[in-house]
């Protein structure tokens, strides 16, 4: 697994669970200057317990107030960011048959928006590591449903699907300032976000394996991290065929059709 060759200053929020926590362990043992972010205190501390190089900012990513309290609480600690990893989100499927938009917005809050707090708190402390002759870089976790659409998933696809087109057009725009922007795009993994889940899980990986292969995207500097790579190639391909023949392929894997067969 690539590693970076100098300890990185890192901020990465969503950090408590999931491939956030995978990831967490694995930036702090690598010797890396963390900042750790979610809404769980006191598993936050945990974390962070025993590691000098690991330090614990309790976050809730959907204010954006608190958010960009957090990059000045950052700048007077580290002074700049190298990484700014944004990972918190969430996941909730939607029944068309009794739209909620509650729903809706209880998703975009933390997966679109809370991520573009977390970019507006940062990008400040990434110039600053650019004024110092440091490559900077901003990541965020999308996820492989925003390469095709998929029932049910209108609120979190559609969440995921706006933070990847955002961030690559963003991408354009601070090129010339040398920051750059990766994209990652899991397919399924097993954490507890992904227990609820109610349908089969295809190819499904560790949370474990999630972070080994973010960490060695981000260290070579990948422009798109997807993974298991024989899902999310079948998922892209799938997401440039024409849209009728789309269509029917999203047609059979809604629940009616399922139910009928």
Request: proline share 6%.
């Amino acid at each position: 697994m690539s590693t970076w060759k100098t300890p990185q200053r890192i901020w990465l929020t969503g950090a408590t669970s999931g491939i956030g926590e995978a990831l967490a362990r694995k930036l702090i043992a690598q010797g890396h200057q963390v900042v750790l972010s979610a809404r769980n205190a006191e598993a936050l501390t945990a974390l962070c317990e025993g590691h000098p190089n690991a330090h614990p900012l309790p976050l809730d990513v959907s204010d954006r107030q608190a958010v960009i309290e957090a990059g000045s609480a950052i700048g007077s600690h580290l002074g700049a960011l190298d990484l700014a990893l944004f990972n918190a989100g969430t996941c909730e499927y939607l029944n068309a048959q009794q739209f909620d938009m509650d729903l809706v917005e209880r998703v975009f809050k933390p997966n679109l928006f809370g991520t573009l707090y977390g970019v507006e708190a940062a990008l400040p402390l990434l110039r600053a590591a650019r004024k110092q002759g440091l490559p900077a870089r901003i990541a965020a976790t999308s996820s492989a449903s925003a390469y095709l659409p998929l029932p049910r998933a209108e609120a979190y696809g559609a969440s995921k699907a706006a933070v990847s087109y955002f961030l690559e057009s963003l991408r354009l725009d601070l090129a010339q300032e040398g920051i750059g922007v990766s994209l990652i795009h899991p397919g399924f993994v097993k954490t507890p976000l992904t227990e609820r889940n109610d349908f089969p899980m295809p190819m499904q990986v560790t949370a474990e394996q999630a972070a080994d292969a973010i960490i060695a995207g981000l260290a070579k500097g990948r422009l798109d991290i997807h993974f298991p790579r024989r899902f999310t190639y079948l998922i892209k391909l799938l997401g440039i065929l024409p849209p009728a023949l789309r269509h029917q392929i999203g047609l059979r894997m809604t629940r009616t059709q399922q139910e009928s067969s």
